[in-house]
């Protein structure tokens, strides 16, 4: 078998242990946290990654960033990879043999009899394993040999692996009172971290989440305060990059004003969708396209400008479930939810094959035309049909009266038309009047 160690960073207040080592469940199941490191036992999925060498180099760049050096050991079992680091920390020389020639202070078990095991010529691992047993059981007690016996890996440690809460939501409390919504960031990244760690181990991205904060105040001012404030924030596509999700907190901050000091703070995911890996292509990119794709994503620009200008200051149009050319269309804010898909999917292909022939531009409300017997007429000419008709009878449960935004029932026949002083038109002829009216423009 083949452990790696790797020594984890100084918890945050109130944010759980296993919290920073959720990263490492992408790359195998069984990680664990023993004392100050976290140990993952990779010989059953290092193959999965391309060999040992590769999924070290892909753990490095996986691993959050703390301070201090990054420090990691390999060794046979998680124990003995546990006292290479502690040596590694220490800057003590590394032993030529494993396991015996380990010191005895570099485990647990052995260190508060550290002294009086060197008065009896048992500095290291090796040195203790030839004593009598049953002699050093008496003297030292059952536990150090059932340490000594898991270290070598002739016991069993009964771990407790690490498992995923099926729910992210974490709280932890702020070093010091937050006075300004901009002062809750750096707290806000350690649990954005964390975040990250949970959505890669479970292949999800994130759509909505939620930050919320705890006044340490009750009554400011005579008001009475509720104990939390929140704000939501949610993104175009699922997403697992912490750096963007920062940026948007950052603009919705920046509107943000505490009605209190805050003393903790809190993140929950409200909704994640399956993450779909992007496809990289066998062929070289083309010239230029480093700095594309170096560019920030359509979406995320989206969402930025959402959360900096107002949610409803930024709009897409959204394709309705209606025939009526004024109604087929509507305008919703960028990051409201899509309309779900179902139930138009019998409509969907001929409404496509019937688009080649709409024109761009549609006229509000549309506008009468003059005629010349019964054709229609444009800049006083007679406009040419030379496609059609195409029979629009919708809005029956609206009622009868018929008005220029498209409310109520419409009953027309629709035609391409074209003269020399207007162009290429799209027309309709009222069923119920018999008028002709301009409704689209083409290019």
């Given at each position: 078998?083949?452990?790696?160690?790797?020594?984890?960073?100084?918890?945050?207040?109130?944010?759980?242990?296993?919290?920073?080592?959720?990263?490492?469940?992408?790359?195998?199941?069984?990680?664990?946290?023993?004392?100050?490191?976290?140990?993952?036992?990779?010989?059953?999925?290092?193959?999965?990654?391309g060999g040992m060498a590769a999924l070290r180099d892909r753990l490095r760049q996986a691993a959050p960033e703390h301070e201090g050096p990054q420090l990691w050991?390999?060794?046979?079992?998680?124990?003995?990879?546990?006292?290479?680091?502690?040596?590694?920390?220490?800057?003590?020389?590394?032993?030529?043999?494993?396991?015996?020639?380990?010191?005895?202070?570099?485990?647990?078990?052995?260190?508060?009899?550290?002294?009086?095991?060197?008065?009896?010529?048992?500095?290291?691992?090796?040195?203790?394993?030839?004593?009598?047993?049953?002699?050093?059981?008496?003297?030292?007690?059952?536990?150090?040999?059932?340490?000594?016996?898991?270290?070598?890996?002739?016991?069993?440690?009964?771990?407790?692996?690490?498992?995923?809460?099926?729910?992210?939501?974490?709280?932890?409390?702020?070093?010091?009172?937050?006075?300004?919504?901009?002062?809750?960031?750096?707290?806000?990244?350690?649990?954005?971290?964390?975040?990250?760690?949970?959505?890669?181990?479970?292949?999800?991205?994130?759509?909505?989440?939620?930050l919320a904060w705890h006044h340490d105040l009750r009554r400011v001012d005579g008001v009475v305060l509720p104990p939390w404030q929140a704000l939501r924030l949610?993104?175009?596509?699922?997403?697992?990059?912490?750096?963007?999700?920062?940026?948007?907190?950052?603009?919705?901050?920046?509107?943000?004003?505490?009605?209190?000091?805050?003393?903790?703070l809190a993140l929950r995911s409200l909704q994640t969708a399956p993450l779909v890996p992007a496809s990289h292509s066998l062929l070289a990119p083309a010239q230029?396209?480093?700095?594309?794709?170096?560019?920030?994503?359509?979406?995320?620009?989206?969402?930025?400008?959402?959360?900096?200008?107002?949610?409803?200051?930024?709009?897409?149009?959204?394709?309705?479930?209606?025939?009526?050319?004024?109604?087929?269309?509507?305008?919703?804010?960028?990051?409201?939810?899509?309309?779900?898909?179902?139930?138009?999917?019998?409509?969907?292909?001929?409404?496509?094959?019937?688009?080649?022939?709409?024109?761009?531009?549609?006229?509000?409300?549309?506008?009468?035309?003059?005629?010349?017997?019964?054709?229609?007429?444009?800049?006083?000419?007679?406009?040419?049909?030379?496609?059609?008709?195409?029979?629009?009878?919708?809005?029956?449960?609206?009622?009868?009266?018929?008005?220029?935004?498209?409310?109520?029932?419409?009953?027309?026949?629709?035609?391409?038309?074209?003269?020399?002083?207007?162009?290429?038109?799209?027309?309709?002829?009222?069923?119920?009047?018999?008028?002709?009216?301009?409704?689209?423009?083409?290019?």
């Amino acid at each position: 078998m083949c452990w790696l160690a790797w020594l984890l960073p100084t918890p945050e207040p109130g944010l759980p242990a296993g919290a920073q080592a959720w990263w490492a469940l992408r790359f195998t199941p069984r990680a664990a946290l023993l004392e100050e490191a976290l140990v993952l036992e990779v010989s059953s999925t290092a193959r999965l990654w391309g060999g040992m060498a590769a999924l070290r180099d892909r753990l490095r760049q996986a691993a959050p960033e703390h301070e201090g050096p990054q420090l990691w050991a390999e060794a046979a079992t998680a124990w003995q990879a546990l006292a290479l680091l502690r040596l590694q920390c220490a800057g003590r020389p590394l032993p030529r043999r494993l396991p015996h020639d380990l010191p005895v202070d570099t485990l647990s078990a052995l260190r508060p009899h550290a002294q009086a095991l060197a008065h009896l010529g048992c500095r290291t691992w090796g040195a203790l394993r030839e004593l009598p047993r049953a002699g050093l059981a008496r003297r030292f007690g059952q536990p150090c040999l059932q340490a000594l016996d898991a270290a070598w890996g002739e016991a069993d440690p009964g771990w407790q692996w690490l498992a995923l809460p099926e729910h992210f939501a974490l709280q932890v409390e702020l070093p010091a009172l937050a006075e300004s919504a901009s002062a809750l960031l750096w707290t806000g990244q350690r649990l954005l971290d964390a975040l990250q760690g949970w959505l890669q181990a479970r292949q999800q991205g994130v759509l909505e989440l939620e930050l919320a904060w705890h006044h340490d105040l009750r009554r400011v001012d005579g008001v009475v305060l509720p104990p939390w404030q929140a704000l939501r924030l949610r993104t175009a596509e699922p997403l697992q990059d912490t750096a963007h999700l920062r940026r948007l907190l950052a603009e919705r901050l920046a509107h943000q004003r505490l009605a209190a000091p805050v003393d903790r703070l809190a993140l929950r995911s409200l909704q994640t969708a399956p993450l779909v890996p992007a496809s990289h292509s066998l062929l070289a990119p083309a010239q230029g396209e480093g700095a594309a794709a170096g560019a920030e994503p359509w979406h995320q620009l989206v969402e930025r400008l959402s959360a900096r200008l107002g949610a409803a200051s930024v709009q897409l149009p959204v394709a309705g479930d209606d025939h009526r050319p004024e109604r087929m269309q509507r305008w919703q804010p960028a990051l409201a939810p899509s309309p779900s898909s179902a139930g138009r999917t019998g409509q969907g292909g001929g409404r496509i094959a019937r688009a080649a022939l709409w024109p761009p531009w549609l006229l509000r409300p549309p506008r009468p035309l003059a005629q010349q017997g019964d054709r229609p007429c444009l800049r006083g000419q007679a406009l040419r049909l030379l496609a059609g008709p195409e029979r629009v009878e919708s809005g029956w449960w609206e009622g009868a009266a018929e008005q220029g935004d498209g409310q109520g029932l419409v009953r027309r026949d629709y035609f391409v038309a074209h003269n020399d002083a207007a162009g290429w038109v799209w027309i309709y002829r009222d069923r119920a009047s018999g008028g002709w009216f301009l409704h689209g423009v083409y290019a």
